[in-house]
């Protein structure tokens, strides 16, 4: 049976000014998918959805990688090696493997870049086909992860609102020149929302799969209490229908949604 | 210790805990996390004739030891919910409860009467108390003459034991279950969720979609409690009592307030196993507290059971 | 940042804080931790004609993230206030606000009437809310009718604001607000506490000695959000907020809500240099989410804000 | 300004099961008197009252003796050595020093041992007359502090309600016993509330003062709020009036009071 489990904090790193990545050791949450969740006790009334930005199966660990932005990130920030999480997991739907012969492009938005660095950690190697990534955030600082990205030979290309790293702006136009060149291609992006927006209206040309990894305040992360849905398809008379992020998502298809 | 309860037209609850309404899915949701089989009961979330489309996220918020919620009863609706959810439930061996919803009294007179026709639903829990949508829900439950025409219509066409949910954003929620009891319901269920807000600093505008939510969560167990107490003193039917029970220690506050048993809701999200941990803890803290059984600890507050 | 709070007959605050009636004393007793004349004022605690009781101890029970209290408006009366506080109030230089009870129409008019008479005193607020009493106090403050003519008797005895501090114990508080605004309510205050209980295991009984008692806190803040919009949406005079407040942030939620000032209440207890703190962090915090005044956040998630 | 501030807790000591006294340092509350209190910050909504059990003005040093019995209790006596306390005080109205011919007796009961020892090691060696000291608890393990009382070279007689140390019952025999014999006498104590009612009943008859610290549920703890009260003279119509425990007490004269 399935419970909520506590998994030790291996390692505290810290990849930016206010975030943190917890290596945690868990022979339970290596089995997750990139896109996948575990839903994290913190002091407040609900646990905290967070991805994994890294699963190593080898050495059974995954990291979780937050970023400061209210009690819980703050509380989970600050805990350090040796201590414990109680966690719910590997939850949700996480990506589907990328098709092997279509150009593949990742896009990462500031804590949205993490499991896109676990998608193309899982499955970069065996990539046939030229792949890309796209990475944007608020400022430099937050461009989280650049450098494992790196380490898996890739050299993304980047983007920050206001200039100080790469483009100045969003990733959407990186995307659209991105489209215009692979309309054979596939896509995947995790980001905020208004960003996912933009990626889904950019990539609506493209002949693969287009997936998009979604975020929504939650209530129990387990597909019971309704709370974690967003506008999907079909849209009906009195507007779209809502599915739950957390058990039909966090990863949907484009088509699936409605923005 | 037995801990069996014994409710009105022969509802029989294998221990006092059961899952409160919209917290717990249809049953099929959770059974990966709790035996289901160990549960004293389930009342599954909010059904209607036709599926209804809730409200616009974001749906929760939290608040200090307390949560806001504004699902608006999604639920795709009576029939959906027999062909897809009741065959597993044909598989779990606890007392059923059927949440019943409607915008209309003919509305629940239409969910009641069909699902009185299927054998697994042990009871009904008819909801007039929540806050989350317009028409129907909640103004039932402010109303004493509509909450009787309501569990009027109910009692018609079911056969089955019947509990009432009171909402406790009136002044005298007493008033209102003293009427369904008169219109013939079987039990009271108390409390339904608390009208709250949030303010989302960003968004300048009111942090749920639906605009105000339902406050549940430890939070409102002070008054959760004064409305069991109240009602219990006042009505002659078992209470149902629920809001913001985290321990097997609150859980003997609402059995005390005259409580016969409980539902378990928000904690659940944290805490999934929790309700089975209050299950198994629940006799040692009857006993702590000097109770030999279930039923002395329940109205032991009350000022009846001091004159005795 | 300019603090200044500008309200009805010329009542002016120095800025939005002021200290909830009650939590207070008359003044002098915080007057050791809490430099008054940094505050935007005092609401002292409820005073009636003739000295009350109050209510049999324990009068206090901590509940999650609140208080429950049944302290029964226990005072000397208005000519031992008079005597022995005023001369005090007079050293300090903040608003003074009289918080007024009684058992009756006329009692809440005598007390008026008096105390109009001292020009220490700068305001009135009418408190027509408090679950801790049986007779009077909250009863007047669940019916329009009885609402209205406690406040036309005020009215009729004084020139001084007045302010009218609502229940939150109704289905719809807003309708209070509106009968006492018609009767000459200068401003609304909201909210006064909950009605709630928490049982003492080892007596068997009730915790409070007044039984039911008043929840405050942290946990009440949704419930007070959400009062305090629906009134600012819907009646054209000032709204005080307040329930639950323990920070500058809770401060704004209040503000965007609607509230012109607050009052702070039960985290006095634990911090009683909070108030202070919140004066000195609210301009940051109003910055921080992008407000130049004060008057800028007062109502930003107010639908009819939205819309301009 | 008077305000609320931070203590260091020099050390941490473990008198019995369930109780730890935390020795704190600070230059302020050694100005309190034995009787007063002070309010403690805890994790919970309200501070927590506690009385001191020492109080020693040449190493700035008091201290606080809990009792676990509920949340903000266990938090205190969790706490190490280094970590620091938030408290305001010192608090309310403490013992008025024995009057110097009369005999005097010190009455403890449970955690109400600690104001009673202090108020020994405060006047107990100016003393010109007889002084006793009896101690009541639960159960052996509960009678705390004996071994303090020892070494200011008093014996105190015991009392335990199982009978596992010391007389068989209550304080009030031993204080009967004591009042007969010292009609002249002056008596301090300090305990359970029915425990007081009952030394108040017994000592009626003394000719010396009767100090007894009451313990009644606080808010403010500074006289504002009157969640404190206790049933006192006068006796109007309606019942007792009722006055603070934070402020017109926590030390009461038995004349004042209505059990
Ligand atoms: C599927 C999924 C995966 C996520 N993965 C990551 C990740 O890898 N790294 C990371 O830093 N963040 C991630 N987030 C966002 C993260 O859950 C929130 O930042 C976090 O919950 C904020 O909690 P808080 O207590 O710090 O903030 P507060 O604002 O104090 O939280 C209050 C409440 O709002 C909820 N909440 C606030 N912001 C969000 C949000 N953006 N999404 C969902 N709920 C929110 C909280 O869970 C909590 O219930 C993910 C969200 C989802 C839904
Ligand atoms: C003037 C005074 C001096 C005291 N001195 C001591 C002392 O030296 N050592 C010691 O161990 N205890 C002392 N007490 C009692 C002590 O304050 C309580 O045991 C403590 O507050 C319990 O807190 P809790 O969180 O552990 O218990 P909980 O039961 O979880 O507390 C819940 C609430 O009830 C209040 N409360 C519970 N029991 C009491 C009580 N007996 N008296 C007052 N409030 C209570 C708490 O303060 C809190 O607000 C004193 C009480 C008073 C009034
Ligand atoms: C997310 C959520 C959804 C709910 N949906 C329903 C519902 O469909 N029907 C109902 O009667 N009560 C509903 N409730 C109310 C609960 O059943 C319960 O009355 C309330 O939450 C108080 O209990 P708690 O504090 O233990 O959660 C819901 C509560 C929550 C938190
Ligand atoms: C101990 C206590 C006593 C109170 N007494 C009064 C009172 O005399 N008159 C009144 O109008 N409100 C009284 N109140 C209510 C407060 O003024 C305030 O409305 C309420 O506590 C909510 O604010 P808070 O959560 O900040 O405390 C009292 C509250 C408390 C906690
Ligand atoms: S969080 Fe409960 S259904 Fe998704
Ligand atoms: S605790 Fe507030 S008056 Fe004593």
Redesign the interface.
């Known amino acids: 049976?399935?419970?909520?489990f506590k998994v030790r904090i291996d390692e505290v790193r810290v990849p930016a000014p206010d975030h943190a990545e917890l290596i945690v050791h868990s022979g339970e949450l290596i089995k997750a998918r990139p896109g996948q969740f575990c839903h994290v006790?913190t002091p407040?009334?609900?646990?905290r959805p967070i991805s994994f930005s890294r699963i190593d199966r080898a050495r059974e660990r995954v990291g979780l990688l937050v970023q400061v932005v209210g009690s819980g990130t703050r509380w989970m920030a600050e805990r350090q090696a040796g201590e414990w999480l109680d966690v719910?997991g590997p939850l949700g739907r996480g990506f589907d493997p990328p098709e092997g012969e279509r150009p593949w492009l990742l896009v990462g938005g500031g804590v949205g870049i993490p499991p896109i660095f676990a998608a193309l950690e899982a499955w970069g190697a065996q990539r046939t086909s030229s792949l890309e990534v796209v990475l944007g955030a608020r400022f430099k600082d937050y461009l989280i992860m650049t450098d494992d990205f790196r380490r898996m030979a890739v050299e993304p290309a980047l983007a920050t609102d206001d200039g100080s790293a790469g483009h100045r702006g969003t990733v959407v136009p990186l995307v659209e020149e991105w489209v215009s060149q692979h309309p054979q291609g596939q896509l995947m992006a995790c980001g905020p929302t208004p960003m996912l927006a933009a990626v889904s209206r950019a990539a609506a040309s493209l002949a693969g799969p287009v997936q998009l990894a979604l975020e929504?305040?939650?209530?129990?992360?387990?597909?019971?209490?309704?709370?974690?849905?967003?506008?999907a398809e079909p849209v009906g008379p009195?507007?779209p229908?809502?599915r739950r992020v957390c058990t039909d998502g966090p990863v949907f298809r484009r088509e699936e949604l409605v923005f | 210790m037995d801990l069996t309860v014994r409710l009105p037209r022969g509802l029989v609850l294998k221990n006092p805990i059961m899952a409160a309404s919209?917290?717990?899915?249809f049953g099929p949701?959770?059974a990966?996390?709790v035996?289901l089989n160990r549960l004293g009961g389930v009342s599954v979330?909010g059904i209607s004739p036709e599926p209804w489309?809730?409200n616009?996220?974001?749906?929760?918020?939290?608040?200090?030891?307390?949560?806001?919620?504004s699902?608006g009863l999604?639920n795709p609706g009576m029939e959906v919910f027999l062909e897809e959810d009741v065959p597993f439930l044909k598989t779990v061996d606890t007392a059923i409860v059927a949440n019943i919803i409607g915008h209309t009294v003919e509305e629940y007179r239409q969910v009641a009467e069909r699902l009185s026709q299927e054998p697994r639903i042990d009871a009904f829990e008819v909801n007039i108390s929540c806050p989350n949508i317009k028409a129907g829900g909640i103004t039932f439950g402010?109303d004493p003459d509509q909450a009787f025409r309501v569990m009027e219509a109910v009692r018609a066409v079911t056969e089955k034991p019947v509990m009432v949910k009171i909402?406790p954003?009136?002044?005298e929620p007493w008033i209102v279950a003293e009427a369904v009891t008169a219109a013939g319901a079987d039990m009271i269920s108390a409390i339904n969720t608390?009208?709250?807000?949030?303010?989302?600093?960003?968004a300048?505008?009111?942090a749920l979609g639906g605009r105000?939510?339902g406050?549940s969560?430890?939070?409102?167990?002070?008054?959760a409690?004064?409305i069991v107490?109240e009602i219990a003193s006042r009505v002659k039917v078992p209470v149902i009592g629920m809001g913001?029970i985290e321990s097997a220690?609150d859980v003997?506050?609402f059995l005390?307030?005259g409580a016969q048993a409980v539902m378990v809701g928000?904690i659940?999200?944290?805490?999934?196993?929790r309700m089975l941990e209050i299950i198994e803890t629940l006799p040692e803290v009857l006993n702590a507290?000097g109770f030999a059984s279930l039923s002395e600890a329940v109205g032991?507050?009350l000022p009846s059971?001091?004159e005795h």
Chains 1, 4 share one sequence.
């Open positions: 049976m399935a419970h909520a006790l407040g009334m609900l646990r719910l929504q305040r939650m209530g129990c992360g387990i597909g019971a209490c309704l709370a974690c849905v967003v506008p009195e507007g229908r809502y | 919209g917290t717990f899915g949701e959770y990966a996390y035996d979330k489309r809730g616009p996220p974001p749906r929760v918020w939290e608040t200090p030891a307390g949560l806001l919620n699902i999604q402010h909402s954003n009136t002044a608390l009208v709250g807000m949030a303010i989302d600093f960003k300048r505008r009111p105000t939510g406050l969560g430890p939070a409102v167990k002070p008054v409690i004064r107490y913001g220690e003997l506050e005390m307030a928000t659940t999200f944290q805490h999934p196993e507290y032991a507050a059971r001091k």
